[in-house]
């Protein structure tokens, strides 16, 4: 499976990644926009929680970036949230951000699909 994306930044751009990677990840932990909707707690947790790990490790990030913004669309949808509106855009507005911009080179995505040397023998 390949990644939407084929770009791998290193250095203070793949480090800025990892650092998207990690809000994402943690806003979509404390802030579950899934909890308001009448499923059970532990199955929206586990949810969150996949996609979450998913996008902090690097693994799947393009697709995980989806779901994540999926899953914020729903939550919004569902929920009557009136002005508390603030955390659950900004984590979609992320995720679409880390959907366009990649994982970086400091991924698991990287190390499955990323740059290869193609050496060739005379």
Known sequence: MQPLISLYPRSLPGVGLIVLRLSVAL????????AALPIPDGAAAFVAGL???????????????????????V????????????????????????????????????VLFGRRVVRIHK
């Not at 690097?58 to 669309?73: D, F, K, P």
């Open 51 to 73: 996609i979450a790990l998913s996008i902090l490790a690097g693994l799947l990030t393009s697709w995980m970036a989806v779901a994540c913004c999926l899953h914020v669309i």
């Open 27 to 34: 806003g979509l932990i404390l802030h579950n926009p899934l």
């Open 75 to 110: 939550g919004l949808q569902q929920a009557d949230l009136g002005t508390a509106m603030f955390a659950p855009m900004s984590l979609g507005l992320s995720s679409v951000a880390l959907l366009l911009l990649g994982p970086g080179a400091y991924s698991f995505d990287a």
